[in-house]
């Protein structure tokens, strides 16, 4: 599964624990605002319904016809609906009043009477219901208090709230991305210098500049980890090219001796010369093991120049089939050039390529029975060299295996065909990386092996 980067984590995180204390305080906010204002504004219109009540009364008493100018009044100055009720008759309203704005339940406690307020929505619009019991006259006053102002204000401080919400989380955005540039950026540098030096970039280090205390201290141990291993593979590479430049001495009076012995084989008994024949062949074996080794750890210890020529890339291959082929002893497998390979040119290492396409041949010779052509084409934008053996093949579990170091898949398991050291290929691996190419195993439309090399090409023939 592929999971996401660390720095898109964290920027989630703070956004939206940002988001969530925002709405919270917000949600909190605006429910205590709102309880405060509407519990304000009904107390204030309670009041003025007792007050409108006394003055009713009076005018009940006084002059019963002004009552309809009185509630007019009214509705004027407070922009409310006033409703009169006398033995469950509507005695009179105002201009704007409405029956239906009065609940029964409203009436219910009047009649009752007992002072009594509401809350309704009526047509969609919330109203606030007020009833006021009048015994003297025994009539019963309701007013209705429409809260449309009161809900304006409430929408505008909800827009006003959540706006604040939505600052305040681009803010904590704003803030993750500033905490995630200084927390991921150290990482960042890591990795990219891990990612070099496992290219091969053991001259990479990590700059330490003027950071927390935590990158310093991470700073200084990476590239104190990065010296004690460029140091031990140096110290391993030395070793091994000491060891190996040691016993080629050894191995050249061994192999001066052997010569002799076989110049005398016919002396010798049958056994002896079985013996003799099988000390031939292991010394041999030792020989190459000794020389790759000893190749390999000048290479891993960078002793060993590079030497980077352009030059044909077909005329190079001929070249190095041929020099491969002679080497051996062994006949040089056909180079097919495709239609529209012409003039193009490589960078490489003259040696190191002829030592690649040598132990390529010699590979296919020894465990693939030859290796049936060398083919030559161009593959979006590079140079593709294809060595096709006759061989069954290489397992697919075995494609990466292949060029590793002393890994010799089947043929280690079978004595009854020749071995080899387990390191050409990786050496050819080493050799084709040296000068930026690729080298990779596929199935050969023979039905054997196929060898690819892929190398960046130039146009035009360097003389």
């Known amino acids: 599964m592929h999971r996401r980067s660390l720095r898109l984590r964290l920027l989630v995180t703070f956004g939206l624990g940002a988001f969530i204390l925002s709405a919270f305080f917000a949600s ?85 009477g007992r002072p009594t307020e509401q809350t309704l929505i009526v047509k969609g619009q919330e109203i606030f219901v007020v009833g006021v019991p009048i015994p003297a006259v025994e009539t019963q006053f309701f007013e209705v208090f429409q809260l449309t102002a009161l809900e304006h204000t409430l929408r ?18 704003s803030g993750g991305l500033w905490v995630t540039r200084r927390t991921v950026r150290p990482l960042e540098k890591v990795s990219a210098a891990a990612a070099l030096i496992a290219g091969g970039e053991l001259t990479t280090r990590l700059v330490a500049g003027n950071t927390d205390r935590e990158v310093q201290q991470l700073t200084e141990s990476f590239n104190a980890m990065v010296s004690q291993l460029v140091d031990r593979l140096e110290r391993d590479a030395r070793f091994a090219s000491d060891v190996s430049h040691e016993m080629r001495s050894p191995l050249t009076t061994l192999a001066t001796t052997a010569t002799v012995l076989s110049q005398h084989r016919h002396e010798l008994s049958p056994v002896a010369q079985q013996s003799l024949d099988l000390l031939v062949a292991d010394l041999s074996l030792f020989q190459s093991l000794v020389e790759d080794l000893l190749e390999i750890a000048r290479n891993d210890a960078g002793a060993a120049p590079v030497m980077i020529e352009t030059v044909s890339a077909v005329e190079l291959v001929r070249q190095s089939v041929r020099s491969g082929a002679q080497h051996h002893g062994i006949a040089a497998p056909p180079v097919e050039v495709a239609d529209d390979v012409h003039d193009q040119t490589v960078n490489v290492d003259r040696r190191r390529f002829e030592r690649v396409m040598s132990n390529l041949i010699d590979n296919a010779h020894h465990y693939a029975g030859d290796a049936v052509a060398i083919r030559i084409s161009i593959v979006q934008e590079l140079l593709v060299i294809n060595v096709d053996d006759a061989g069954s093949g290489v397992p697919l579990e075995e494609h990466e295996q292949v060029f590793q170091r002393f890994f010799r898949g089947r043929a280690a398991h079978d004595r009854g065909i020749a071995r080899g050291t387990g390191l050409g290929l990786a050496l050819v691996r080493d050799h084709v990386q040296t000068f930026g190419g690729t080298i990779t195993v596929q199935e050969s439309p023979e039905g054997g092996a196929r060898f690819q090399i892929s190398l960046p090409f130039l146009n035009g023939v360097t003389e």
């Open 28 to 112: 909190l906010t605006y429910v205590g605002l709102k309880h405060v204002l509407v519990s304000d504004q009904q107390q204030a219109d309670l009041r003025q319904s007792f007050a409108n009540a006394a003055l009713v009364r009076t005018t009940l008493y006084t002059s019963p016809p002004e009552l309809p100018n009185l509630l007019n009044s009214i509705e004027k100055a407070t922009t409310s609906n006033v409703l009169i009720q006398t033995h469950n008759q509507w005695l009179s309203r105002s201009q704007g009043a409405a029956t239906e704005d009065v609940s029964n339940l409203v009436i219910a406690a009047a009649n009752e």
């Open 156 to 173: 505008l401080l909800l827009l006003v709230i959540g706006a604040s919400a939505i600052l305040t989380t681009l803010v904590g955005i």
